[in-house]
């Protein structure tokens, strides 16, 4: 059995996007890995792109069908389903690629340094300009760097670290080890926004080590596969910004302790509080209703973006 299990949540939308993303596994210089792919009712069907794969690939896959859950409960049922002897737990994108040292390079520096969470970098196009690689961090005086080939470095309360801007994580660069696929599953409920970072989140504070790699693992698909591309003005817009709080409350409760974390935290629902109103004054300016159900769901729950409406609402109608 492989060392390595790796997770593909498949919900496709444009033919040959998942087999860009096997044929990347097929060139990887670490070949001990077997590879779940979770159709998440995919308006097109997996077999697809499997069609011109070898018979020897093809035996490494298992394909399960599910009722729809989005991204998270997809990547879920792959974390149920890994067999026993796998060591690791590698997360690939179904429109992303992999490096060909990715698997090598997570599998190299979890064994020796005694890790079970590991992150390597993302390359992207100018849309993906948000993003910034793991060598920025190495900059800092905190890092400590454990080896040259790969480059890997270890930062201390990576955790803080992360809240300050996550920016240089990718679902599609991380490995993980048994102790944290066995018990950490993504919040399905939370679609469309932020389901991964509380990941993340859970993944780091549970592990026993968190280590990263400067070396590019991933190479970031042009979005046509991904579970979200919405913009401020689309009607999902609302939904994301809610689920980004209620991820984000969630984790105030994870960092309750840690009062800067906290402080963090906060600034961060504040922003989504902001946008999520601005997004729902574009809507008036055009005509078009609020979204007054889900900003009541929204209100019950976290009243202080009543205040923040009233604030907006006061500056908008100032002379």
Not at 139 to 149: F, N, P
Request: hydrophobic share 40%; glycine share 4%; charged share 25%.
């Amino acid at each position: 059995m492989a060392s390595i299990t790796i997770v593909i949540p498949f919900y496709q939308k444009q033919t040959g996007v998942l087999q860009r993303a096997l044929r990347s596994i097929s060139r990887q210089t670490f070949q001990d890995f077997d590879i779940l792919i979770v159709d998440d009712e995919s308006p097109l069907a997996v077999e697809g792109d499997l069609q011109s794969l070898s018979s020897e690939e093809r035996a490494r896959i298992k394909v399960i069908r599910q009722a729809n859950a989005g991204p998270g409960g997809a990547r879920n049922t792959g974390l149920d389903n890994v067999p026993a002897e796998s060591r690791f737990v590698a997360f690939l994108d179904s429109d992303d690629e992999w490096a060909p040292d990715h698997l090598h390079n997570a599998f190299e520096t979890l064994t020796r340094h005694d890790a079970d969470c590991y992150w390597d970098s993302i390359d992207g196009g100018d849309e993906f300009s948000y993003h910034f690689g793991i060598a920025e961090l190495a900059k800092s005086a905190r890092s400590v760097r454990l080896s040259e080939r790969p480059s890997v470095i270890e930062i201390p309360d990576i955790a803080s670290v992360m809240l300050q801007d996550w920016s240089f994580l990718h679902m599609s660069c991380m490995v993980i080890g048994r102790p944290l696929f066995e018990k950490i599953r993504f919040e399905p409920t939370l679609r469309l926004a932020a389901e991964d970072v509380l990941f993340f989140c859970d993944c780091v504070l549970a592990a026993k080590r968190v280590l990263l790699c400067e070396q590019a693992g991933a190479l970031r698909g042009e979005g046509v596969n991904i579970f979200h591309s919405i913009d401020n003005d689309s009607p999902q817009f609302l939904r994301q910004q809610f689920n980004t709080w209620t991820a984000l409350n969630t984790l105030e409760q994870r960092f309750s302790r840690r009062p800067q974390d906290v402080a963090t935290i906060r600034h961060y629902k504040h922003r989504a509080r902001r946008q999520a109103l601005w997004s729902q004054a574009r809507q008036v300016k055009r005509r078009q209703m609020p979204q007054f159900g889900l900003l009541a769901k929204w209100a019950l729950r976290d009243p202080v973006i009543l205040q923040s409406a009233m604030k907006l609402a006061v500056g908008k109608l100032a002379p």
